[in-house]
Structure formats: C-alpha cells, structure tokens
T-cell receptor, first 113, second 113 residues
Framework: AQKVTQAQTEISVVEKEDVTLDCVYE???????LFWYKQPPSGELVFLIR??????QNEISGRYSWNFQKSTSSFNFTITASQVVDSAVYFC??????????FGTGTRLTIIP | NAGVTQTPKFRVLKTGQSMTLLCAQD?????MYWYRQDPGMGLRLIHY???????AKGEVPDGYNVSRLKKQNFLLGLESAAPSQTSVYFC????????????FGPGTRLTVL
C-alpha cells in the first residue's frame, strides 16, 4: 500500500531559525514521484517541487532545500532563515506512476516574529 | 491565463438541498480532480477524470456525483447535502499521468446546516 506520513502535526519556530519538515513514504514501486505543496493562510495550494525516485540529488531553491533519501524512504523539506511568510500548512505527496496523488496529512508551520 | 478556477467560493446549504460546484481550467489538461479537505485529515480524493467524458471514483465518493462533458470543466454535484459534507473542496488538474503535477483551484468552502 502507498502511504505518506507527516508525523509533525504542528511546528512553531522563531523567525530566522531553520526548520525541517519530515516526510516518510511507503511504496513497493521502484518508479515514483514525490511532491511538496504549500497552503498559506489564504487557502490555495501551491506546488513547490517534484522529485523522481531515480534522482537522489538534493535540491536547493533560495531558502528552501529538499533532502531525498531512498534508504530511509524520506523526502524532508528544510527552510533556512525562516520568515513570517513561510507560515503555512505544508503537504508532502506521492505518485507511484498512476493518475492519483497520495497526500500526507500536512504539517502546520508557524513562524513567530 | 487564469489556471484553475472554482465557482462559487462560499456556499451555505440546508440539509437535503442540492448544488453543483464548477471547476474550470484553461491549461488544456487531461486530468482533473475533486478533493475535500477536513481538519486533521489532509486532502481526500472524491472523484477524478482522465479525459473528457470519463470519470472515476476516488477515496470518498459517496454522496457526490461528477461530470466531465467538456475537457476544460469538471462538475461536482451534491444531490442531497448532509452536515458531514461540510468541508473545503478543491479542484485540481494535471497534464501528465506519471509526473502528475497537480495545479489547484482556490477552493470552495461549503457549510451544510
């Protein structure tokens, strides 16, 4: 069965601190895709990144970075020097080669000014 | 280019009333999806469509019907609303079955009294 677990329900950090959001997945497939989405307080879901199972290189985009490790079935998301605008719910998702995404239950991140 | 739009943004229904939510996308995407989002449960797939004239059940289809008469539109219907259907509904579309990067609409907040 395919499953995505985001064990951290809520995280609060003080502005400018670094924070890592955890995502652990389960799948029997060898080809799959992992995603992160952001849902700010305004409510819309914003696509952040997609990685495929054959590419374990870490990705960095500005203050955001993603660490994909197949050995531990994890796809963690780190925000460096957090800002208030990073406050949102973040979802990790998995596609195992079909037309559906399996979402985790999300992590609510609050950045305290 | 509006992306994915949803109508209406808010709606209040009484138990037993019916309504239709409209999703439209202007990206020429083949795949379209309806999700509901409830506190602590993440996003759950209601129904989806892999092309014009086709629909399929997702994880929580009971009490909902859908239609995809035109490629750009995907309608979600509630024939007899129940308080358990109080939720935020999101529509999404994607262009590729495997990569399946889904782009979301702004959501519809539905309250059933």
């Amino acid at each position: 069965a395919q499953k995505v677990t985001q064990a951290q329900t809520e995280i609060s950090v003080v502005e400018k601190e670094d924070v890592t959001l955890d995502c652990v997945y389960e799948t029997r497939d060898t080809t799959y895709y992992l995603f992160w989405y952001k849902q700010p307080p305004s409510g819309e879901l914003v696509f952040l990144i997609r990685r495929n199972s054959f590419d374990e290189q870490n990705e960095i985009s500005g203050r955001y970075s993603w660490n994909f490790q197949k050995s531990t079935s994890s796809f963690n998301f780190t925000i460096t020097a957090s800002q208030v605008v990073d406050s949102a719910v973040y979802f990790c998702a998995l596609n195992f080669g079909n037309e559906k995404l399996t979402f985790g239950t999300g992590t609510r991140l609050t950045i305290i000014p | 280019n509006a992306g994915v739009t949803q109508t209406p943004k808010f709606r209040v229904l009484k138990t037993g009333q019916s309504m239709t939510l409209l999703c439209a996308q202007d990206m020429n995407h083949e795949y379209m999806y309806w999700y509901r989002q409830d506190p602590g449960m993440g996003l759950r797939l209601i129904h989806y469509s892999v092309g014009e004239g086709t629909t399929a059940k997702g994880e929580v289809p009971d009490g909902y019907n859908v239609s995809r008469l035109k490629k750009q539109n995907f309608l979600l219907g509630l024939e007899s609303a129940a308080p358990s259907q109080t939720s935020v509904y999101f529509c999404a579309s994607s262009t590729d079955r495997e990569l399946n990067t889904q782009y979301f609409g702004p959501g519809t907040r539905l309250t059933v009294l």
